[in-house]
Nanobody
Framework: EVQLVESGGGSVQPGGSLRLSCAAYGYSNSFYAMAWFRQAPGKEREGVAGIYTGGGATNYADSVKGRFTISQDNIKNTLYLQMNDLKPEDTAMYYC????????????????????WGQGTQVTVSS
């Protein structure tokens, strides 16, 4: 059974940094695509950053470009999200998502594109 386990969330002041991790377990093939999503109270889940694991191509939401970096460690089967210059509007539950399928024609930021999800880790940015 595939499991994704996030960690690294917490509370920080505006301008601070956090690094989220997503450890993947229970599979032998490589994921084709992985991503980070977030959901704030009363808002829809939105894609933050995505990566195609084979070639390493990355995508970001406009709101986080230049501040967040998605990366992967294939040896450790772990996905990361480095978040710098955090803002109060970044406050949300952050989720890791992954899929084996080489689905084309669907944006990385569409949540339905991913079959596997973690339980989430809370990020709170407040002074």
């Amino acid at each position: 059974e595939v499991q994704l386990v996030e960690s690294g969330g917490g509370s920080v002041q505006p301008g601070g940094s956090l690094r989220l991790s997503c450890a993947a377990y229970g599979y032998s093939n490589s994921f084709y695509a992985m991503a980070w999503f977030r959901q704030a109270p009363g808002k829809e889940r939105e894609g933050v950053a995505g990566i195609y694991t084979g070639g390493g191509a990355t995508n970001y939401a406009d709101s986080v470009k230049g501040r967040f970096t998605i990366s992967q460690d294939n040896i450790k089967n772990t996905l990361y999200l480095q978040m710098n210059d955090l803002k109060p509007e970044d406050t949300a539950m952050y989720y890791c998502a992954a899929d084996f399928r080489t689905t084309t024609g669907v944006s990385w930021s569409v949540s339905g594109r991913y079959a596997y999800w973690g339980q989430g880790t809370q990020v709170t940015v407040s002074s």
